[in-house]
């Protein structure tokens, strides 16, 4: 899946870190759905109820140690629970998806402060002269 992500920095490799897949966290309890349970128990031909069997199956289901804590089974995980980006690319597929538009002068306001700054010229001249 692509998508379209705008970084407003220099530094895009530090905005992207905390994010990546490839970032290693510390080990944290991942409890699996009952339908993850469900299928995982079909695929090894166990009942489902079978949680510390299934646990032992974990490395080989998700390449990581599974254990059963107060009836749940889960994994422990050292992938980042934030990790969404596997790579990136500067424009990339989205090349041109976001254009820059040319500024707008501001002329409206360009023309009221020329029209002050005359009368004040005038008024500071006329002052002058008396």
């Given at each position: ?63 990581e140690d599974g254990i059963v804590k107060n009836g749940q089974l889960a994994r422990i995980s050292r992938r980042n ?12 597929k989205w090349d041109g998806f976001l254009q820059l538009r040319q500024p707008r002068k501001l002329r409206r306001l ?21």
């Amino acid at each position: 899946m692509h998508t379209c992500l705008l970084i407003a920095a220099d530094n895009i490799e530090a905005q992207l870190q905390p994010f990546s897949v490839h970032v290693e966290v510390e080990p944290h309890e991942v409890p699996l759905s009952d339908s993850d349970i469900r299928s995982m128990a079909e695929h090894y031909g166990i009942l489902p109820t079978d949680l510390h069997i299934l646990a032992s199956k974990m490395r080989d289901w998700e390449g990581e140690d599974g254990i059963v804590k107060n009836g749940q089974l889960a994994r422990i995980s050292r992938r980042n629970p934030k990790g969404r980006v596997d790579y990136y690319c500067v424009g990339g597929k989205w090349d041109g998806f976001l254009q820059l538009r040319q500024p707008r002068k501001l002329r409206r306001l360009y023309d009221q402060r020329e029209k002050l700054m005359t009368a004040l010229r005038r008024e500071y001249a006329k002052s002058k002269s008396e």
